[in-house]
């Protein structure tokens, strides 16, 4: 009987460990990514170039955070648009404008 306790006790604590190491994947996989700014554009309050502008003139060759991406306006055959952070403000930039460094999760 002690033995059976013994081994029940060794899984309770190895799924517990596996589950906190499966927590920690998944964490790790939805942390922010970055990317670099392709052509120049504005960061946008929304998914729309009709939004208004919360910081303008990104350049090529800038880095910047990703978030993730959603869908928004259509421009260029295209809906994906980056949801993005730039010196404190958060906005989105159509797919279009910058290249993304990694895989991006979607919002």
Request: hydrophobic content about 40%; proline content about 5%.
């Amino acid at each position: 009987m002690r033995k059976l306790a013994a081994v029940a006790a060794a899984l309770t604590v190895a799924a517990g460990i596996t589950v906190v190491a499966a927590a920690g994947t998944a964490n790790a996989t939805s942390a922010p990514s970055t990317g670099t700014i392709r052509l120049s554009t504005n960061v946008y309050s929304a998914p729309h170039s009709e939004s208004p502008a919360v910081q303008f003139g990104l350049q090529p060759g800038q880095k910047i955070s990703i978030v993730c991406f959603t869908e928004g306006e259509n421009v260029y055959g295209n809906d994906y648009w980056f949801r993005v952070g730039q010196g404190g403000q958060m906005g989105f930039v159509h797919k279009e404008f910058i290249v993304p460094d990694g895989s991006v999760e979607h919002c």
